[in-house]
């Protein structure tokens, strides 16, 4: 059969990503769903995975069409139903939240090498879940006091442009330093929030996790989240600006996992991922150069703890490798 609109290789590859982190996020869902206690919780995870069950429905079937391989990705043998919560007070929603902003990114960047009707429409598709499912989590977090607002402003009342170059300073321990600008605390605020969930995220790991490499590499982990806190929360702190992106969530003492490890690894490279994007924005946008110095030595160190994942994941066969286009020169070669 001649296929009328085959998939490009973009296409491909966006589609298998998508694939496996849908399949992660549906089996920690179930997990999140069988412990919840709170009726309005259980509905924003069963509403979240019903949606994402049927767009992961629908990549099946283009796999299908295709004739491409379905990969593996998580299945019900990922998770275990029957032990204890390892997470309370919020962390599913709080974590579905973080799951969101993540996905936000990762929709428009597959959207954009997207050419295949079908394919724009399952991006599409799950654009519209996550703006839902990212808008209901806020607001039940707000509502249970979970989540905390960035610092409030005096609102501006005039426009004004940079006047001098002294604006990007700030690297002279003796000088003086400009107070942040609003885009740069919000960009700190959000660094501490998401940091905080991740800090739970692994404690909680590190806790349950059965391979010795996996648990010393979740302690690692959850020691690299307080760095990145401190030195965030100590810029605010030098301009006097109060922090308040603190998590009304807590890990319990649980040991056992409701995850496998091979699991777990992966929410913290997929995580790692956003981390990476979020400090380059950081360093971007951030118009003081010891703010942008700083929030680029933090992103190297992640760089450095992902890297080393990514070496545990494949020593142990957990990375299922990406499709890969052919290798002409073995092919020639007849290898």
């Known amino acids: 059969m001649i296929l009328t609109n085959p998939l490009s290789a973009s296409e491909v590859g966006t589609l298998w990503l998508t694939y496996e982190e849908k399949t992660l996020i549906m089996r920690m869902l179930e997990h ?73 990114g990762m929709y428009t960047i597959n959207m954009n090498m997207a050419y295949n009707d079908k394919v724009m429409q399952i991006y599409e598709g799950l654009t519209t879940v996550t703006q839902k499912i990212y808008k209901l989590s806020t607001l039940y977090l707000l509502e249970k006091g979970i989540l905390t607002l960035p610092p409030k402003v005096t609102m501006p009342t005039t426009n004004e442009f940079i006047k001098s170059k002294s604006y990007l300073d700030g690297l002279n321990p003796f000088g003086d330093k400009r107070a942040l600008n609003d885009i740069e605390v919000g960009i700190l605020h959000h660094g501490i929030e998401t940091n905080n969930i ?5 404690t909680g790991f590190a806790q349950c996790a059965k391979n010795k490499d996996v648990k010393e590499y979740f302690v690692k982990g959850k020691e690299l989240a307080k760095k990145q806190i401190k030195v965030m929360e100590d810029i605010l702190l030098e301009s006097d600006v109060p922090f308040s992106a603190t998590s009304g969530c807590t890990v319990t003492t649980s040991t056992v996992a409701p995850f496998t490890d091979k699991l777990m690894m992966h929410c ?68």
């Open 32 to 104: 999140f769903i069988e412990k919840s206690d709170d009726q309005q919780a259980t509905n924003i995870l069963g509403g979240l995975w019903q949606e994402l069950n049927f767009y992961v429905l629908q990549m099946e079937q283009i796999f299908r069409e295709q004739g491409m391989v379905k990969p593996i990705g998580y299945t019900k043998a990922d998770v275990h139903l029957e032990v204890p919560k390892l997470f309370d007070n919020g962390f599913d929603v709080m974590f579905v939240r973080i799951l969101k902003e993540v996905s936000m």
């Open 268 to 335: 913290i490279y997929l995580l790692n991922g956003f981390g990476l994007v979020g400090n380059s924005f950081g360093a971007y946008f951030s118009l003081r150069k010891d703010i942008s110095v700083k929030t680029m030595f933090l992103a190297k160190d992640l760089y450095t703890y992902a890297q080393e994942g990514i070496k545990i994941k494949i020593k142990n066969g957990w990375f299922e490798e990406p499709p890969q286009m052919e290798d002409r020169s073995k092919i020639i070669k007849g290898e």
């Open 198 to 202: 991740g800090l739970q995220l692994i």
